[in-house]
């Protein structure tokens, strides 16, 4: 079946550092592929997406390209800042199918 | 805010209670998914709706809990009775058909004592 599987964290880093949290899938057929994010007591807000081979999704700086060949959809962000401090699900979706969830990476950025 | 509503935003009870769990998805989406949060886990599927039809709930535990959405439009969750290993976050998804980006609600804690 499908699955996600995402980089342990909690990732701690500094603000401006550079960003990258890991996510390799496992799909039949050819998956869209998203990024979510949670903030403390809330719910899942889209991030950004990208919906076949070499589509790059962007949205607030971050970025994540959708890599066929190594089945990959890592998300990368140039500078983080504190507001970023969130937990973060990489996800994918096959036709008209709920979305499968990766366990989510808590990132954590210390000002 | 979330455009999806949810509502308690927390639920606290005894095992063996009956719980509810309500969601007004985005106005003209047709497509609402209830997914179960379980801490420091990703969102796993309970049930899936088209309109007022269910299209998948192979992953609702239907010997406890039950889900309708009679007019198409909000939904209802129930469990009953409530186990402690009920005790998670309830998502609500809407999106405006099955191939659009979801959009979730901000969630219903429930904590079974």
């Known amino acids: 079946g499908d699955s996600v599987t995402q980089m342990e964290g909690p990732v701690t880093l500094s603000e401006e550092a550079f960003l990258t949290i890991n996510c390799t899938y496992t799909?039949?057929?050819?998956?869209?592929l998203f990024w979510y994010v949670q903030y403390p007591g809330e719910g899942l807000q889209l991030l950004l997406k990208?919906?076949?081979?070499?589509d790059k999704g962007s949205n607030k700086g971050f970025e994540a390209t959708y890599r066929k060949e190594t089945t990959s959809f890592h998300l990368e962000k140039g500078s983080v800042q504190v507001s970023d401090s969130a937990v973060y699900f990489c996800?994918?979706?096959?036709?008209?199918?709920?979305?499968?969830f990766g366990s989510g990476t808590r990132l954590q950025v210390q000002p | 805010e979330a455009e999806v509503a949810q509502s308690p935003r927390y639920k606290i009870t005894e095992k063996s209670q009956a719980v509810a769990f309500w969601c007004d998805p985005i106005?003209?989406?047709?497509?609402l998914y209830w997914y179960r949060q379980i801490l420091g886990q990703g969102p796993e599927l309970l049930v899936q709706?088209?309109?007022?039809?269910?299209?998948?709930d192979s992953q609702l535990p239907k010997d406890r809990f039950s889900a309708e959405r009679l007019k198409g439009v909000d939904s209802t969750l129930k469990i009953q009775p409530a186990e402690l290993g009920d005790s998670a976050m309830y998502l609500c998804?809407?999106?405006?058909?099955?191939?659009?980006?979801?959009?979730f609600g901000d969630g219903t804690r429930l904590s079974i004592l």
């Open positions: 998804a809407s999106s405006l058909n099955s191939r659009k980006p979801q959009h």
């Open positions: 799909a039949t057929g050819y998956p869209s």
């Open positions: 990208a919906t076949k081979a070499d």
């Open positions: 996800a994918l979706g096959t036709g008209r199918r709920a979305l499968t």
């Open positions: 106005s003209g989406h047709a497509t």
């Open positions: 709706f088209q309109d007022e039809s269910v299209v998948d």
